[in-house]
């Protein structure tokens, strides 16, 4: 079982950055592909970017060259920086764990963007 814990929401100005972390424990943290989802009020959870264990990523078009995914095997960490961020980038986000048939949640951290 693994669990995973978000931190690094907040309140940020259009505009400004934020770094989101995820802490994992309870598995063999770097076998598993690690994603960040967000879901906003009203809409459907959707997956940001990804990583996989050999550190290949992939993004949303929506978050291409404004956000950045990360990995620190060592740390059973995963990080999305978040820059040039905008109002429609509010929502919860969420880390997730996948290793085959394998899938696991955090709780969440909310992002809020506004002036």
């Known amino acids: 079982q693994v669990q995973l814990v978000e931190s690094g929401g907040g309140l940020v100005q259009p505009g400004g950055s934020l770094t989101l972390s995820c802490a994992a424990s309870g598995g063999i943290f770097s076998i598993y592909a690690m994603n960040w989802y967000r879901q906003a009020p009203g809409a459907q959870r959707e997956l940001v970017a990804g990583i996989t264990s050999g550190h290949n990523t992939n993004y949303a078009d929506s978050v291409k060259g404004r956000f950045t995914i990360s990995r620190d095997n060592a740390k059973n960490r995963v990080y999305l920086q978040m820059n040039s961020l905008k109002p429609e980038d509010t929502a919860v986000y969420y880390c997730?764990?996948?290793?085959?048939?394998?899938?696991?949640w955090g709780q969440g951290t909310q992002v809020t963007v506004s002036s």
């Open positions: 997730n764990a996948v290793w085959v048939h394998k899938n696991y």
